[in-house]
């Protein structure tokens, strides 16, 4: 699919994968910016009509997220996606810190991490605009609108996320229980109902080997266990909510807020990316350390 997945035309290009549009030009603004002052550079393309259309918004975490490629590092974003000046660092996202409003999401173009920063903090914008509908990414999740400062706001003409909630939606029951699993319907994913079957830290390397024990033993009646990849932990998370960072509604137990993914990083293959669902971050792990959890998955 890399190999056809963006079409470009001009000053845009079409993700062929997830229909979004976003700008040739990784750095339209030139400089990194405040969060507010990106949300406010979205509103003034569209003032102008940026190559022909009037509804540019400051990307959601899934719409940032869905460009990231954890196969290649500076630019970590597929091979063939023909953006130019991509800038090997922070990038702004509209969706805040449920946590810690005073905070928004960020995503890194040069090595993946998806973490948090300061929203008086400058960092660079890429715009994005839906080219069809529905978009192939899943909602966040968030709601509600925040100020700089944290404070929450009317999210009429915010151009937040909670505003726009660009996105696949939600099931009203998303998880459904089946005995010890229990399968997402929004995903097509099928996750243990302990989220912490051993209930200790591994190191990444034991839990390879603890899913496969699973495997020989056929755990709840399977025998297709395996660790998520990263893409596939992040799809849980609710950025609506924090601590942990999952639908408020969820059926699992044992939650835990740190959890390893099955993906290597490509910055340093001794490391492999993990969450921290506590606010939802995605970071790496060292591979030999046990200081992550295991939550095994099945499709």
């Avoid at 890429?126 to 100020?147: E, F, M, S």
């Avoid at 609506?240 to 390893?260: D, L, Q, T």
Wanted: net charge neutral; hydrophobic share 35%; glycine share 8%.
């Amino acid at each position: 699919m890399d190999k056809d997945r963006f079409s470009a035309n001009g000053p845009v290009v079409t993700d062929n994968l997830t229909g979004l549009m976003w700008t040739r030009d990784a750095a339209l603004t030139e400089f990194p910016l405040t969060w507010q002052e990106a949300l406010a550079y979205a509103f003034e393309m569209n003032r102008t009509g940026f190559a022909g259309y009037r509804d540019w918004h400051l990307p959601n975490r899934r719409e940032l997220f869905s460009l990231i490629s954890h196969c290649r590092v500076n630019p970590a974003v597929p091979e063939n996606s023909v953006f130019e000046n991509i800038f090997n660092g922070y990038y702004w996202t509209s969706t805040s810190c449920a946590r810690l409003p005073e905070q928004a999401w960020y995503v890194h173009l040069g090595g993946a991490k998806v973490y948090r920063g300061m929203k008086h903090a400058s960092y660079m914008v890429w715009p994005v605009r839906t080219a069809a509908t529905p978009v192939n990414i899943l909602k966040t999740g968030q709601q509600d609108c925040y100020d700089q400062a944290g404070q929450k706001i009317s999210c009429k003409e915010s151009g937040q996320d909670g505003q726009l909630s660009i996105g696949r939606p939600w099931p009203d029951l998303r998880f459904i229980e089946s005995g010890q699993t229990v399968y997402d319907k929004l995903t097509g994913l099928t996750w243990t109902r302990s989220a912490a079957g051993h209930d200790h830290f591994l190191n990444w390397y034991d839990a390879i080997e603890a899913v496969k024990k699973m495997n020989r033993e056929k755990a709840h009646g399977y025998n297709n266990w395996r660790m998520p990849d990263i893409r596939e932990l992040e799809s849980l998370v609710d950025l609506g909510s924090h601590s942990p960072a999952i639908e408020e509604k969820h059926p699992f137990s044992n939650v835990e807020m740190f959890y390893w993914s099955s993906t290597t990083s490509m910055y340093e293959t001794r490391y492999a990316w993990a969450l921290y669902l506590q606010d939802g971050a995605a970071g790496v792990g060292f591979k030999a350390n046990s200081g992550f959890h295991l939550w095994p998955v099945r499709r």
